[in-house]
């Protein structure tokens, strides 16, 4: 929870403690949120937010706004120390892209940015036993690995916010009673009856009989999701002591030394790798497999089309070269990797160019040696390769095709097409390579570094 002087939507309010719930109108969030708001009355100096999310996709969502809002006022009035603010969606799905996915993305985006806004490190979540029951199959049922089957984690912080889930472990009969016991009125949402979606098919059509044949069915599989969260965290602990040892570099894997791991360990390894190189995104189980198996048979690259909720999400490429994997995303539609033309520039000292025409920019920083003058830098050109340029590593070596130089540094072919730097008609930097040893300055002279960054 996070102090504050000044709560919510409501200037008489003098509290200086303050936590969020989350609440939809439902009948979970009302007895969740009607709980809080009494144990901060009983506890004192406690102020409780209500956060309301308006998704705008039923007819009825403008009705549930105005009894959260009707709710909370009455509340209030009634003593208890709860207020509440809402925020307003407006879902435009990308074509292909499930609505429900996006709706439950920009939900917990809208609740997070909502807390903090108010100050507020802390929000609890309405979720009990059956929801996490529900959870570990519907996991289960896609294949899910550790981390999907652990399913609901009882406390998690993401984005600078803590997520309690304080009811998990208790049924969603003690939830009904209390609600009978203190006669709250809550919305029942039409969409709960949908049986197009995959929890209300489970909870509607499977469920039921699930429970009939075996009682314990709902505690049985809450308890087993807690076990794989025991499981996973040792899992995490053990890849974060081990990863580093099979990182060539950040984002670049080094299959010798995933191979000295035993089968099931290199398969994490490359889930933990994939998910550091590609920006969190899951490596699909069959790919993992195949990747294990054929990673070892020198220079190669595999498309992968990622999945999210049935539509296509993310596409891109692993790329082996010498014994290294490494991920690279395909460009946004439209965007051209390579530069297509001549770009004039002027370097003037320290700092980071931008150049969106290149899809990058050019990071210039002073350096005591092995740097380029800064005479060369102030009329300069980038240009895309174009084939018979020569660089020279070294002073004392002789300058080599850009292709032979590449080869013996081992460049992969897909890291070789960043645009060039020339000045004077002198190439001067090639991004993997380093500074033309032809322009380097002379020891004691002003002197910078260049590194390129791809967008």
Known sequence: MARSTTPPNDESVTSDL???????????????????????????????????????LSAHADAWLAHAQAQCAYWAAEGLPVSLISRHLHLK?????SIEALARQQRYAALTDMALQAGIDTILLAHHRQDQAETF??????????AGLASMPQHVQR????????????????????????????IEDDSNADVRLARNRLRLQVWPAMQQAFEQAESGL???????????????QWLHDHLPGVLSEQAVLNVAALKSHPPGPQRELLRAWFRLASGGHALPASWTHRLQLEARHGPA???????????????????????????????VEGQAVALNSVLPLCIEGEGILAVPEAHGQL??????????????????????????????????????SLKKQFQSMGVPAWARQAPLLW?????????????????????????????????
């Open 18 to 56: 303050r936590i969020a719930v989350a609440y939809s109108g439902g009948r979970d969030s009302t007895a969740l949120l009607h709980a809080t708001a009494r144990m901060a009355r009983e506890l004192g100096h406690v102020q409780v937010l209500a956060l309301h999310v308006h998704h705008g």
């Open 93 to 97: 799905p990308n074509p292909g892209q």
């Open 137 to 146: 199959l519907l996991q289960a049922l896609r294949g899910g690995g550790v």
């Open 159 to 186: 984005h600078g916010v803590t997520w309690v889930r304080p009811w998990l472990h208790h049924s969603p009969e003690a939830v009904a009673s209390y609600v009978a016991q203190h006669a709250l009125v809550h």
């Open 222 to 236: 809450s308890q087993a999701a807690s076990h794989l969260a025991d499981v996973l965290a040792c899992q995490q």
């Open 301 to 331: 690259q595999w498309p992968i089309q990622l999945m999210r909720d049935g539509y296509p999400h993310v596409h891109g490429r692993v790329l082996q070269y010498r014994g290294q994997l490494s991920w690279q995303a395909d460009p």
């Open 363 to 400: 990071l210039v920083q002073p350096v005591s040696q092995g740097g380029v003058a800064l005479h060369w830098l102030h009329a300069c050109q980038l240009r895309s390769r174009q084939g018979g340029e020569h660089f020279q590593l070294a002073l004392g070596r002789p300058a080599r």
């Open 423 to 455: 000045a004077k008609d002198q190439l001067v930097y090639v991004p993997e390579l380093g500074i033309d040893a032809r322009v380097q300055a002379a020891p004691g002279e002003e002197q910078y570094s260049l590194t390129w960054v791809p967008a």
